[in-house]
Every structure is written in structure tokens, then in C-alpha cells.
Nanobody, 122 residues
């Protein structure tokens, strides 16, 4: 069992930056791919970005490519999402999740955090 806790969300003006963290406990996440998803009010949850277990490969949605960067520190059992040039449409609850593989994380994420709210004002 893996417990995931997101932090770092908040209110920011358009063009600003935030760094989300996802701290894992219960077991090491070093063998898991890790990903970020988001869900805006009235919309379905969508994939944002993912990183492979060793941190070499990443996969990012076109909507945030060039603005968001995912990374991980396996020694700290933590994954991060650096979000720059934020837009009002980035407003959502952001969740982290684990999966066996970066190739399947969009459909087979296993453990989920409770989410952290990100609100971008115009």
C-alpha cells in the first residue's frame, strides 16, 4: 500500500508559478512510474504529466508542454510538478498517482492522492 499526499497548491495570478509536491509513504515509489492528473469543476479528470521510475523518461500533455515539468527524487520518495506561466484554465484539483509503467499510467494508475487545489486568477 502506498499513501500519497500532495502539497504546494494555492492561489496565483496568471503568469505565475507553483511547485507541487507529492510525498509517498508506506513503501518506496522508486519502482513505480509517477504521474500528475487534474480535474477542473464540471470536467473529467485529465492526464497532465508522468515520469518513469528512474526519472529519465517523461510524458507531458500538449496543453501544458513547455510550461510544466515533472521530476522525482526517489531518495525523498517524492515527485514534483513545476508549473510556470500558469493560465486561468490550469485551475483544477491536481492529483498524483502511481503506476507500474509510464506507458500505462493514463489508464492503470493504482494509488492516488487526495489532491491539492490550484487556482489561477486572471
Amino acid at each position: 500500500q502506498v499513501q500519497l499526499v500532495e502539497s504546494g497548491g494555492g492561489l496565483v495570478q496568471a503568469g505565475g508559478s507553483l511547485r507541487l509536491s507529492c510525498a509517498a509513504s508506506g513503501r518506496s515509489i522508486s519502482t513505480y512510474a509517477m504521474g500528475w492528473f487534474r480535474q477542473a469543476p464540471g470536467k473529467e479528470r485529465e492526464f497532465v504529466s508522468a515520469v518513469s521510475w528512474i526519472g529519465v523518461n517523461t510524458y507531458t500533455a500538449d496543453s501544458v508542454k513547455g510550461r510544466f515539468t515533472v521530476s522525482r527524487d526517489n531518495a525523498k520518495n517524492t515527485v514534483y510538478l513545476q508549473m510556470n506561466s500558469l493560465k486561468p484554465e490550469d485551475t483544477a484539483v491536481y492529483y498524483c498517482a502511481t503506476a507500474v509503467s509510464i506507458a500505462t499510467i493514463r489508464t492503470e494508475a493504482k494509488y492516488w492522492g487526495q489532491g491539492t487545489q490550484v487556482t489561477v486568477s486572471s
